[in-house]
């Protein structure tokens, strides 16, 4: 619940800070006094967008900050979830500079409004009078029989399960269709697969076929080289091993006079041995030089076929041909097993169906179990704030066999009636606006019983009531002020008087700048207040002693 509200530098309010109880608090004050700044203040740090500035100083940044006690409220999971510090008095701030730009604060620390806003929708419910249009709402409508059948924990697991089974669906409805695609290509695959497969493709055989084509091509010159070259070394006269032997010769002549040429005779002796096996190296590639004219041909036509299936499949190796060979393998057998995976998709999808079945049908059947709850309570308390023939009734509708929505399968929708004799119609079509407000209050104080929020707002929503019925109406707040907090902005005294805590919002115009201040009644200025709304700025005694009444039989 709330129990402070503090503002600095918004609108017309310089610095306000504000204590609530927790019972019924009540905030009254001529119209265009600041009641509606107040509450724009408050639902700043429950996250609503910053529209426009806001300062009454523009050289100041504007700062709102709540205190609430969220003890009890089951709220520590949503604290852990978000990581976030958990305190039983838990702080929202909201800070907006002069440049516009806008900070947001739980317990210190930063974060974002969509955060900010789901954690106001877990403390505070503003009804407003113009919220009454949202009691048309099938979303709202059926949030209220949800409620009051405790399906929160029973819709989670549902609408887990319905975006697992829509997820489902769609990837079976896109694998279908890619199958049936793909089919009609199998064809096209298997022909250029089976090409690339009869082709016996090898890594690193063109690279091969390349050199083995430059050899066979110049295989008549590389022989001649080579037949030159024994030449030159054995055969020609002189040729070069013989000439080595004469140096050779020569050399053991002078080595008995000079021994130490005996080490160039035996180095002279290793050229020559290497000479020979140089000769004998030439003469085997010589033999094995051939001219091949019919082998030469094999290699043009496997590497014209090779250069002509890269070519097709613009690729630049066959390497890069192998690969494209197992992406239509890949393909292929994708096909052939889509079959299988669609199968085992449709095995999941039936699976997530049956459960999706019987969470919605557990939802469904609670929610019929609570709709004789709602309309008789709804009614009773109708009654007692003064509309004794209103009929609710609440229809509740299936959806066709096997369809199911975000919710469930059920449609829900109100009909009212506010007079005897008049059939139940949708209430935009047969209800005033007091009878809106009414039928709302009925409503909400009916979710409170079965909600754990902490606080509820309602903000003149005395629109087209007046006397006895204004009494029944405060009396209904009382009541559920007993369950939550209520803060009530009012023009009426029957239900002022009946606040636990009295707040008069005020504007102050003795300095030079207007501002909304605000400052809780004591008892007797609870009773000149009130006197003011039953007869003026200048009340009577008679209104005076009237308001004491009011206060007295509260």
Partial sequence: MLKRLAIRNYALI????????????????ETGAG?????????????????????????????????????GFQLEDFFTEN??????????RREI?????TRAFINDTPVNLALLKKLGEKLIDVHSQHATLE??????????????????????????????????????????????????????????????????????????????????????????????????????????????KEALISLANAEKFKPELS??????????????????????????????ESRLEEVNERLDLLYSLQKKHRVNSDSELITV????????????????????????????????????????????????????????????????????????????????????NNQIRFLFSANKGQSPLPMNKVASGGELSRLMLAIKSLVAVH???????????DTGISGEVALRVGNIMEKLSKNMQVIAITHLPQIASKGNTHFCVYKDEESDITHTNIRELDKEERVMELAKMLSGNNPGESAIQNARELLLNF
């Fill in 14 to 29: 310089d610095n306000l800070d504000i204590s609530f109880s927790n019972e019924l608090n009540i905030m009254t004050g």
């Fill in 35 to 71: 009641k509606s700044i107040i509450l724009g203040a408050l639902s700043l740090i429950l996250g609503q967008r910053a529209e426009g500035k806001y300062f009454f100083n523009q050289q100041k940044k504007c700062v709102i900050e709540g205190t609430f006690e969220v003890n």
């Fill in 83 to 92: 990581d976030l510090d958990y305190d039983r008095e838990t702080v929202l």
């Fill in 97 to 101: 500079s002069s440049d516009g730009k």
């Fill in 135 to 244: 009691i048309n709402d099938e979303e709202f409508q059926l949030l209220v029989i949800d409620t009051v059948a405790g399906n929160d924990d029973l819709l989670s697991d549902y609408r887990k399960t319905y975006k697992s089974y829509r997820n489902a669906q769609s990837c079976l409805k896109e694998l279908i269709s890619h199958s049936e695609q793909s089919k009609a290509d199998l064809d096209y695959f298997q022909f250029q697969f089976d090409e690339l497969e009869k082709a016996g493709l090898n890594a690193g055989e063109q690279e091969e076929l390349e050199e083995e084509q430059s050899e066979l091509t110049h295989a008549e010159e590389i022989k001649r080289s080579l037949l030159i070259s024994i030449g030159l070394l054995s055969e020609n006269e002189p040729s070069v091993a013989v000439q080595i």
């Fill in 263 to 292: 080490k160039i005779s035996e180095r002279l002796n290793s050229t020559l041995i290497e000479i020979k096996d140089l000769i004998s190296e030439i003469e085997d590639f010589e033999q094995r030089s051939l001219i091949n």
């Fill in 325 to 408: 060979r197992d992406q239509f393998s890949i393909k292929i057998n994708g096909i052939l097993f889509a079959d299988e995976d669609i199968e085992k998709l449709k095995t999941e999808r039936d699976k997530l169906l049956l459960e999706l079945t019987e969470l919605a049908n557990q939802i469904s059947k609670r929610r019929t179990d609570s709709i004789p709850k709602v309309e008789t309570q709804v009614m009773h308390t109708l009654l007692e704030i003064g509309m004794p023939n209103a009929v609710l009734q609440i229809l509740n509708e299936s959806l066709p066999e096997g369809k199911f929505d975000i919710n469930g």
């Fill in 451 to 461: 909600t754990s929020l902490p606080t509820i707002i309602f903000d003149e929503i």
